[in-house]
């Protein structure tokens, strides 16, 4: 589904984060992209966004060129990005919206785009269905990041790009929505590609886990993590054992 | 703002000035009692036109300014291009005291309302861009890529997160600029014309020398300026209801 090939990034003035870099990505798969502050793996999915070009090489969607964010593609922050003037449902409803502004163009909205109002559906599957009149300053962190899954889900995406987007919510919500996404992309068939500082939540998420090192990363250390998501796994030796070699690996790779 | 608060300082105020003029004890300072009998008696002998005249050529001078410095102030402060170009154009002429343009503006715009809308709209215009241009640079990037995310090109964000965000700021403008909005409409309103509260004040205190008339223009011109200031605080109340949500 994701194709990037050779590709070089680095931002001007700077030293490049990725050279000749490669990765394919099927679909359906979940990855987790690990790697300590400053490797890129942020830089990484907002490339996959389309909210960055390529210094050179290519990355292809779907065997399509990626220049400019993807109507299919579903992105969504650490902060939220929720706007603080809009209430639950309103910001739940917005990428509906800016479909509607612009009809179905091709360009910000898929070709074939059939306007339908399905916030109330994803409001209530994500139990947000009590605080849809409330402003997001109004809501626990849990259900602002809640509301950002239900505006992305909102637009039926194919591909759901997360940048540690459960980095300040309390253990137990972490988790509570780790598996919420997991099993809403089983659901939906999303690709999911997840970018975590943290090797216990790249283990959880990612059926592949990429290791990102210091920069310039040049060709892709990927980690196959089968059980991923599977219940009572978090628990296992095998989980336990792929925390140690990880952080081993990742203590390597910055030293 | 409360209301009950405003009443107390009112009563306050007057208080006071009723203490300064047994002090002066002087026709130029009469007690408020005084004004107030004659504040009321004015208004249906003109002061209520010269006051509908005035609320018209400063809400005019005010919606104007808006119209025109927000959506510039948006487009300068959505691009760096424009920041870079055009913001040193801005603090260059932001500091010059509009006022002494009052000749200019009137040789050129005549002597008709025109003119004097146009004085009130040059001085709110550079105070409203400012803010404005402000509040747009300061907007997280996060949240603009999260909307371009969502499919949103350069239209999408000025409708869904420029502008939004900017009606604080243009809402604060407009509370900081009453002050300054009503003292220029008093000095425009002293030239080439017979109505409006600066007309009013001006001709009471200096050529009639009726000072119980000429407070009771202040006291209608301090009254503009708060319901104004209500006016705006309402309008914050009703468009950015987030704020106000605990």
Known sequence: MIDLHSLTFAYPYNSPLFENFSLSISRGETWSILGPSGCGKTSLLYLLAGLRK??????????????????????????????????????????????????????????????????????????????????????????????????????????????????????????????????????QNLTLVIVTHAIEEAIALGEKILLLGDAPNKTAKVFENPNAGKSEYRTSQEYRELCNSLWKEMQHETA | MKRRDVLLAATGLAVIWQVASMIVNRPILPAPWDVLVVFVKELSNGLLIHFGVS????????????LVAAPAGLAIGASKTANRLLSP????????????????????????????????VLILFFQIIVLVRDQAVGIPPQLLQSLQSLGAGRRALFRFIYLPASLPAIL???????????????????????????YYIYYNGSTLFNYPAMYAGVVAMSLLGLGMYFSVDWLERKWCKWKFVS
């Open chain 1, 54 to 187: 390529p210094t050179s090489g290519e990355i292809k969607i779907d065997g399509e060129l990626l220049t400019r964010p993807r109507p299919h593609s579903g992105l969504i922050l650490q902060d939220y990005g929720l706007l603080p003037w809009s209430t639950v449902y309103e910001n739940v409803e917005l990428g509906l919206r800016v479909r509607k502004f612009y009809g179905a163009d091709g360009k910000h909205t898929p070709e074939n785009y059939l306007p339908k109002n399905n916030v109330n559906l994803w409001l209530e599957r994500l139990g947000l269905g009590e605080v849809a009149e409330k402003f997001p300053a109004q809501i626990s962190g849990g259900q602002r990041q809640r509301t950002a899954i239900a505006r992305t889900l909102a637009l039926e995406p194919d591909l759901l790009l997360m940048d540690e987007p459960f980095s300040s919510l309390d253990a137990i919500t972490r988790e509570d929505l780790q598996n919420l996404t997991l099993s809403l992309c089983a659901e």
């Open chain 2, 55 to 66: 609320l018209w050529r400063v809400t005019a001078g005010m919606l104007i300014s808006v």
């Open chain 2, 89 to 120: 154009i801005i603090y260059l002429l932001y500091p010059i005291p509009k006022v002494v343009f009052v000749p200019v503006v009137l040789l050129f715009l005549g002597i008709g309302d025109t003119a004097k809308i146009t004085l009130i």
């Open chain 2, 172 to 198: 604060t403008a407009l509370r900081q600029s009453i002050g300054t909005a009503v003292a220029v409409l008093y000095i425009s309103e002293l030239f080439a014309t017979k109505y409006g509260l600066g």
